[in-house]
């Protein structure tokens, strides 16, 4: 199940390497109830697609005049690996190390979401709430959080 914002742009194989993602995880973290989400970097209309694939992860950043939480998506930077030391020595200069392909979150992105398909029957949507916008993303975190699913940026 992939939920989007409308103003998303696709990159060429996107399909395939989500499925591959999700998959991968599952494996390799022992998952059963895997979620993809994030808020993606953005583009430059009409199709100006940045080449950029570090991922990003979502983070609390402020708490709103409404009481809130609102959330932010943080650009994973790449590091700098040295020795065994951590301490870079002329033999031993600083080189760039990939940003991981996945990390765990605890957070949710409505504008981002990829799942199977089972999480629409074992997490619909609350009829309660059918209007709900602020706090439809902490909503949905708690609720897949408390049905067991991991989510992952």
Not at 3 to 9: F, K, P, W
Not at 43 to 49: A, M
Not at 120 to 127: D, H, I, N, Q
Request: proline share 9%; with cysteine.
């Amino acid at each position: 199940v992939l939920q989007i914002d409308s103003h998303m742009r696709f990159r060429r194989g996107w399909d395939a390497y989500l499925i591959h993602l999700l998959e991968t995880i599952e494996q390799t973290e022992g998952c059963g109830k895997v979620v993809l989400s994030t808020y993606p970097l953005g583009y430059h209309l009409p199709n100006q697609v940045p080449e950029d694939t570090r991922p990003t992860i979502l983070m609390p950043s402020r708490v709103d005049e409404n009481g809130f939480l609102r959330q932010e998506g943080k650009v994973l930077e790449l590091h700098l690996a040295t020795d065994a030391s951590d301490t870079a020595t002329p033999l031993s200069p600083p080189v760039p190390t990939p940003a991981p392909r996945y990390l765990r979150s605890a957070l949710w992105a409505a504008g981002f979401s990829f799942s199977r398909g089972a999480l629409l029957c074992e997490v619909p949507y609350s009829p309660l709430l059918p209007h709900l916008f602020f706090g439809e993303e902490l909503s949905m975190a708690a609720r897949l959080h408390t049905h067991g699913y991991n989510l992952f940026a």
